[in-house]
């Protein structure tokens, strides 16, 4: 077999961290491959450089591609070469037809006018290829989410494309739909073309991948051949979590008390696809002092389930029950929930979590400005006195709490956002990905306020992206798979395999 | 002296714009010959821009929210030309004419708002179709005519002054008590905000610069009413103009309301999982814009002593560039109230100043277009620089 691709010690760093580190890859003409790892592994940073997104240069290694060394300095030096990408997020422009989709950037033309005779008749033509039947002036907007992706495929075929790359392509798919995308690609396999696949999905990749390169922490682990060894989905799994706990953790000895918080079949449908259930009927409870982790895939529905249940601040069709301490709950909004003892720490700080034009004062308040007021009118005096208490309490590293939160780093953005919610007096915190982004001394202060509020008996709800510190962290650990809970671990059982194994949905429902 | 440098550096801003207009009035005093300062033409010059301080204040809100009104100016000749129906042709008492002006302003504005929070239609369409529907229905009430003239006492608003005291000495005494109440007024509350620094040990300018500063500011204040008080006395308007300013700026400091106000306008993701009711506050902060286009309305109707299909062409332009001059940021969350008024004036010191050098109305567009887009400029390139 010839090696379509070859990619050879790539290293990729950003600012602070090394994304890739000496990975290997290599892809043989005609196949399937499949690229797999935890979220955060290096895949899409992976894809990215070979497609031109980080130009040459931007990155260590070579990359051989027909044999010929390659050096893209964009998308579009990929594109010619025959190398084409659908990204995760679905790139259509709605208001545009599926024709116009297909051949946007790449204009059927001579002279600058478009030869919208030609258009029609290729778009048809790519159509029938990947078995849409629609007309090539729909909308592009009016399409499901299934038929789209088959549009974005199309569109990859209208380029002439050598290799196809594709980003998580079922993530947003129903099953059908999904079945049919696979169905696809083997027949394009018979065709001859080459493609990769990145997918969380184990049974998927075992469908249709004939090799597997396996990527850690920015590291090739393995490649992994399906058509010469039996492989299964333990092995797989194995590769993807195989490290050891070097994170330290701290000391903890857990005093869980009585029940504090449950919710009972909840459900959320997705805002704009009203019969897409995102969370479907899930049940947990919390207790005092317990610190639950929620283990999930990208795309799991870990946060819509948060954000749901935080005073219904996602979703449509909301159904279920939530209990605090015995009493039903009904909150309709966000602030009905923070009167109700809840707190969500959100998961990307920038965008929900603070106000970086404003100061850590009034960042720190913002969530609880009535208890510092009287007659609606601020104290300011004792807003200062609040906001460099938790300063000192939190040892956020500022010169002066009127700092702007924008100029903080990571991990003292993540302690102010943490101080408004303490400030709150919560007795449920749900925290989303709290150590995101942030370096492992800070990780390592913020575990230590979870421990800290846990021992004050508030329970937290926790979710977390990396395995191990769910495992160094949690008392126990529910998983989430496609908006349902898979599986609950308590702390002594619990493992990264046997997360995993939930996580990818091949567990037993409990 | 550090904590004092970096005080005066984080305010910069602020302090920037006012040193700007100082420097403009120095200029124009200078090319004028004198005349800018004159008691009579400051006098003119508060006057002339009351209304577009007004409406400076209420669009700062609005500017803050990260939204944007087109419509003030219409709905300023809407009120008007109804006080003006209500008050000259069926003979209503002007007080009550006047709060149903406001009420119908603050509907006005809660039409808008409805669709800025409620349906989420960007307020520059929403406002645009304002600017045209209030307008044309002001034409519509007036018949396409003006109306006038209306009673003493309303026009006082805009044209009148406080009563002198009984002495009948040269200078207008009300106006120097008033500047001197005012100072010992000032000097009080620094003193207890020195206080309460203390109390808490927080950092706080050392004594001999908090003096000095007062001491700045108490001449510059007394030296205003003396001007004022060689002429007429303290207009009127600029007392309604002095409480709007003292309420807004304490609303926007001080309450839980002003700061969410901000908040939303700095991140309104963020400022809706902290708990902040944003389409309500959005919804508000148009209301609160219709009820000042009011006002400002009726304090021009009052000082043209008619209402015309024509009033307020072009408000919304100048109240806009006042907020924005002023240091408000285009994409919301920074702004302040005196920012605002500071940026009003610099706009309405270079109108008075450029007309009485007798420069063409043709130049003073012009530079008034370029004195916005340096002003803004400069702000950002600061603001970028700082991070």
């Known amino acids: 077999m010839e090696a379509l691709l070859e990619m050879r010690g790539i290293t990729k760093a950003f600012p602070g961290v090394k994304a890739l580190e000496n990975v290997n890859l290599k892809v043989e003409e005609g196949e399937i491959h499949a690229l797999m790892g935890e979220n955060g592994a290096g895949k899409s940073t992976l894809m990215k450089v070979l497609s031109g997104v980080y130009p040459h240069g931007s990155y260590e290694g070579d990359i051989l591609f027909n044999g010929k060394a390659c050096e893209f300095r964009s998308i579009r030096g990929s594109e010619q070469q025959g190398i084409v990408i659908i990204h995760q997020e679905l790139a259509l422009i709605p208001q545009l037809s599926i024709a116009e989709n297909i051949f946007l950037g790449n204009e059927r033309s001579a002279r600058g006018i478009i030869d919208w005779n030609e258009t029609t008749i290729r778009t048809k033509e790519l159509l029938q290829t990947v078995g849409l039947g629609d007309s090539p002036q729909t909308e592009a907007g009016s399409l499901g989410v299934g038929k789209q992706q088959l549009v974005e495929i199309a569109k990859a075929l209208s380029k002439d494309v050598k290799l196809l790359i594709l980003d998580e392509p079922t993530a947003a798919l129903n099953e059908e739909d999904s079945e049919n995308l696979l169905r696809l690609l083997l027949e394009f396999k018979k065709k001859g073309m080459t493609s990769i696949i990145i997918s969380h999905k184990l049974n998927e990749i075992m469908k249709v991948a004939d090799s597997i390169t396996i990527l850690r922490d920015g590291r090739t682990i393995e490649t992994l051949d399906v058509r010469a060894d039996e492989i299964t989905e333990d092995r797989i799994i194995k590769g993807m979590v195989g490290r050891d706990l070097t994170h330290r953790y701290p000391e903890r000895e857990p005093s869980i008390g009585e029940l504090l918080f449950e919710a009972r079949g909840w459900t959320v449908s997705h805002p704009l696809q009203p019969d897409r259930m995102v969370v479907d009927g899930v049940s947990f409870e919390v207790r005092r002092g317990e610190i639950v982790g929620i283990a999930g895939l990208m795309g799991a529905g870990r946060t819509e389930l948060a954000m749901s249940i935080f005073g219904q601040s996602y979703g449509k069709r909301i159904s279920g029950q939530l209990f605090k301490e015995g009493k039903e709950l009904k909150l309709r909004d966000i602030p009905q929930a923070i009167d109700a003892g809840i707190a969500y720490v959100t998961e990307d700080r920038k965008e929900y979590g603070l106000i970086l034009d404003e100061d850590i004062k009034r960042n720190t308040t913002l969530a609880s400005l009535k208890s510092i007021s009287k007659w609606f009118v601020v104290d300011d005096s004792r807003e200062i006195v609040e906001a460099e208490g938790f300063r000192k309490r939190m040892n956020i590293k500022t010169p002066s709490i009127h700092q702007k939160t924008g100029n903080l780093s990571g991990g003292n953005q993540q302690k102010v956002v943490l101080s408004k919610w303490i400030f709150t007096g919560p007795d449920l915190l749900i925290l989303d990905e709290p150590t995101r982004g942030i370096d492992v001394g800070a990780k390592y202060e913020i575990y230590t306020i979870i421990h800290q509020l846990a021992e004050q008996g508030k329970g937290i709800l926790m979710i977390s992206s990396e395995l191990p510190e769910l495992l160094g962290m949690c008392d126990r650990i529910y998983v989430m798979n496609e908006g349902r809970f898979t599986g609950v671990v308590p702390r002594a059982e619990a493992s990264q395999e046997r997360l995993m194994k939930y996580m990818t949905g091949k567990g037993d429902t409990p | ?387």
């Open chain 2, 1 to 387: 002296m550090t904590t004092a440098l970096r005080a005066l550096r984080g305010n910069f801003r602020q302090y920037g714009m006012f040193i700007a207009l100082l420097f403009i009035m120095l200029l124009f005093q200078l090319l004028s010959g004198g005349i800018l300062l004159k008691p009579l033409n400051i006098t003119n010059l508060i006057l002339q821009n009351s209304y577009i301080l007004i409406l400076a204040i209420g669009m700062l809100l609005v500017i803050i929210t990260g939204h944007i009104d087109l419509s003030v100016g219409s709905i300023a000749a809407f009120v008007g030309a109804i006080s003006a129906i209500l008050m000259v042709q069926h003979q209503m008492p002007y007080p009550a004419a006047i709060v149903i002006s406001l009420l119908i302003g603050a509907a006005v504005g809660a039409w808008q708002g409805f669709w800025v929070a409620y349906m989420r239609i960007p307020s520059f369409i929403v406002t645009l179709a304002g600017m045209l529907l209030f307008r044309g229905l002001t034409m519509l009430v007036l018949n396409g005519k003006s109306v006038a003239p209306f009673p003493n006492e309303f026009r006082s608003i805009s044209t009148g002054f406080v009563p002198d005291l009984p002495f009948g000495w040269e200078l207008h005494g009300a106006t120097i008590l008033a500047g001197i109440i005012v100072s010992i007024l000032y000097l009080f509350m620094e003193w207890r905000a020195r206080l309460v620094q203390k109390r808490y040990s927080f950092e706080q300018l050392s004594l001999p610069l908090a003096a000095a500063r007062a001491a700045g500011v108490i001449l510059i204040l007394n030296l205003f009413t003396y001007v004022l008080a060689s002429y007429k006395g303290l207009p009127n308007i600029l007392i309604l103009l002095m409480v709007l300013v003292v309420i807004y700026t304490f609303v926007m400091r001080k309450t839980v309301m002003g700061r969410h106000i901000y908040a939303l306008g700095g991140n309104e993701k963020a400022a809706r999982l902290s708990g902040v009711k944003t389409k309500k506050v959005t919804f508000w902060v148009f209301v609160n814009m219709g009820a000042m286009a009011a006002l400002a309305g009726l304090v021009f109707a009052a000082r043209l002593n008619a209402a015309t299909p024509k009033a307020g062409v072009n408000f919304e332009l100048d109240a806009i560039a006042a907020a924005f001059i002023g240091g408000a940021s285009a994409s919301g969350g920074v702004g302040t109230v005196v920012g605002a008024i500071v940026g009003g004036l610099v706009m309405g010191v270079m109108n008075n100043g450029m007309s009485l050098i007798g420069l063409g109305i043709d130049y003073q567009q012009g530079i008034k277009g370029l004195v916005l887009l340096l002003a803004v400029a400069f702000d950002l390139y600061n603001k970028n620089k700082a991070s």
